[in-house]
């Protein structure tokens, strides 16, 4: 069955340090986006893919950084973890404009 | 910009018994897609039921039901014989042409046996 998987699934990190959240989807899906969840603000929208090659940028962008060079990944970057960045983190893909998110399990993340 | 509002942080509701989740939306775009997501304690997010803008029939998936009410910029979500199970935070979302999801803040559900 086709699913869509995240790693780590917790992952605690020092202040300053560069971490890299996993995001590994087969459902063959184009588009592809980073949220995180914080109590009182829901989702909100780190940053997003509608194909190979294709990086945008979402409404809370700083610090973050993403890749896709294939299909199947985009994996999150934080480039110098900061407390703020403590959250739980979702990536979701997508088949096309039309349809809903599948999403991922969920990565918390925990800067100290 | 487009906005999703959830006016109820929290709700309750009986076994058995039916609740309403409220979500108001801002936009401009004639075309759209409605969302209701379910959070439980395990994290995962399932979507529960979409509409389509254009559809003036209201979505339902088995005891779930929504109230579109394109005017007014209302979708509500409505859940008959509320089981145990569904406790969880639900999350309405908002998605048109070029615009990705956008959520409400989310309304815990509880169910009370």
């Known amino acids: 069955d086709a699913e869509i998987t995240q790693s780590p699934r917790h992952k605690i990190t020092e202040t300053g340090r560069q971490v890299t959240l996993a995001c590994h989807q087969t459902w063959n899906h184009n588009n592809m986006f980073w949220y995180r969840q914080d109590l009182g603000h829901g989702l909100r929208l780190i940053h997003y893919s509608y194909g190979v090659q294709d990086t945008n940028k979402g409404e809370v962008s700083d610090g973050y950084s993403v890749s896709r060079s294939n299909t199947e990944d985009l994996p999150l970057t934080l480039e110098s973890a900061a407390s703020s960045q403590t959250s739980v983190y979702f990536c979701?893909?997508?088949?096309?404009?039309?349809?809903?998110?599948?999403f991922g399990s969920g990565t918390r993340l925990t800067v100290v | 910009a487009q906005t999703v509002t959830q006016s109820q942080p929290e709700m309750s509701v009986q076994e058995a018994e039916t609740v309403t989740l409220s979500c108001t939306y801002d936009t401009s775009e004639s075309d759209y897609y409605l969302f209701w997501y379910k959070q439980p304690p395990s994290r995962q997010m399932i979507l529960v039921i979409r509409?389509?803008?254009?559809?003036?029939q209201n979505a339902t998936e088995n005891r779930f039901s929504v109230n579109f009410q394109k005017a007014a910029k209302s979708f509500s979500l409505k859940i008959s014989d509320s089981q145990l199970g569904d406790a969880a935070m639900y999350f309405c979302a908002y998605r048109s042409g070029g615009v990705n999801l956008i959520f409400g803040k989310g309304t815990k559900l509880s169910v009370k046996p």
């Open positions: 979701a893909s997508s088949p096309g404009f039309l349809y809903g998110y599948t």
């Open positions: 509409q389509e803008a254009y559809k003036q």
